[in-house]
Structures are given as C-alpha cells and as structure tokens.
C-alpha cells in the first residue's frame, strides 16, 4: 500500500523523476510525458465520471479510473524486470475486459453513417474529452516505446480505453439528445 508523509520531497527540484525500479530520469524524456499524459488521461475521465448518474457505466470507469493508475505504474516501471520483481503490470485480460464492454456497448448503436462530433449530452462531451486526451496518452506512451520497450499489453490497454471511451460517448447521446453528426461542408 501506498503512504504519503509529505508530498514534497525536493527529488525533482533538479529536473529528474523516479521510476519505480529506482532509477532517475529527465523529465523532459518522452517516457515522462507517457506517464504524465496517462495521468492527465484519468483525470478529465475523472470529469467524466463526476457528472454521470450511479450504474453500471460509472462503475465501469471508476474502475478503469483505478487500472489508469496501474497503467501509469507500469510505464514507470522499465520492462523487461526478471519476472515477479514488479507485479503491477496491465494484463491481456484487463485489455479483453475493455473488449467485452466495447462489443456490450456498441451492441445498440445503429451503425455510423458519419463521423460523430464531439458533443450532445455534457456527459458524452466529457467522455470526447477523456478520449481525445487517452489518444494523446497512446499517442506519447508509443514514442516512449521507441526508446525503450514499454509492456505490449499497455499499448493495447490504452489503444482500446479510447475506443471504449467512444463508444461510451454515443451510448450516452443515444439515451439523451443522439449523436451529433459531422455534415460534410456544411458551412460552405
């Protein structure tokens, strides 16, 4: 379990951060801004999730609220660790679990007959929002992989949290206002 004494400890002050095995990074390295970009990922799903109403769907999120931060410990954590010496590592089974509620979702949507904007309900809006960001997330988490290999079933977690996040977005404009649908040169 995690204490905290003090939230300040002056390691930082010289631009570097810890990794969970110890060792010190830059913080400008892109492995820095996965982590960080997945910490900013769980936080506007945070906002999200504070304005959905109790059920089956926030309980969902606060649990992947919860494995964000997992995720976040195991890009900290550099891969390729003997096995057993950092066990908080994304399995292929949590990214199978975020397959299941993708195909749980979508399976009342009507299919897409064009792009869908971000927006309706406040609560999809949120949802766009996290997702946009958790792309971003992907997005730095596969730079950083570049660098140095990050764990493969983290790159396939944070891939499919996104595509949930989508489907999620259109679930909730479909129980409310529906989707709003980008209209090709509409403004023309």
């Given at each position: 379990m995690v204490k905290l004494n003090r939230i300040y400890t002056r390691t930082g002050?010289?631009?570097?951060?810890?990794?969970?095995?110890?060792?010190?990074?830059?913080?400008s390295?892109?492995?820095?801004?996965?982590?960080?970009?997945?910490?900013?990922?769980?936080?506007?799903?945070?906002?999200?999730?504070?304005?959905?109403?109790?059920?089956?769907?926030?309980?969902?999120?606060?649990g992947i609220q919860n494995e964000l931060f997992d995720l976040g410990a195991d890009v900290a954590?550099?891969?390729?660790?003997?096995?057993?010496?950092?066990?908080?590592?994304?399995?292929?089974?949590?990214?199978?679990?975020?397959?299941?509620?993708?195909?749980?979702?979508?399976?009342?949507?009507?299919?897409?007959?064009?792009f869908v904007l971000p927006g309706g309900d406040p609560v999809a809006a949120a949802l766009h929002v996290a997702r946009a960001v958790t792309r971003r997330a992907e997005r730095s988490m596969v730079a950083a992989n570049e660098r140095a290999?990050?764990?493969?079933?983290?790159?396939m977690y944070i891939n499919r949290l996104s595509d949930l996040l989508f489907v999620l977005s259109r679930h909730v404009n479909k129980m409310s206002s529906g989707d709003v649908l980008w209209v090709p040169g509409a403004s023309r």
């Open positions: 002050d010289a631009g570097t951060s810890g990794l969970v095995d110890g060792s010190r990074i830059s913080k390295e892109p492995l820095m801004a996965a982590i960080g970009d997945v910490d900013e990922a769980n936080s506007v799903l945070g906002v999200a999730v504070v304005q959905m109403v109790p059920g089956p769907q926030r309980d969902l999120l606060l954590t550099p891969w390729g660790q003997k096995p057993g010496a950092y066990d908080l590592r994304v399995t292929e089974r949590q990214v199978e679990r975020l397959e299941e509620a993708i195909d749980l979702a979508n399976d009342d949507l009507d299919p897409l007959t064009s290999p990050i764990n493969p079933a983290a790159l």
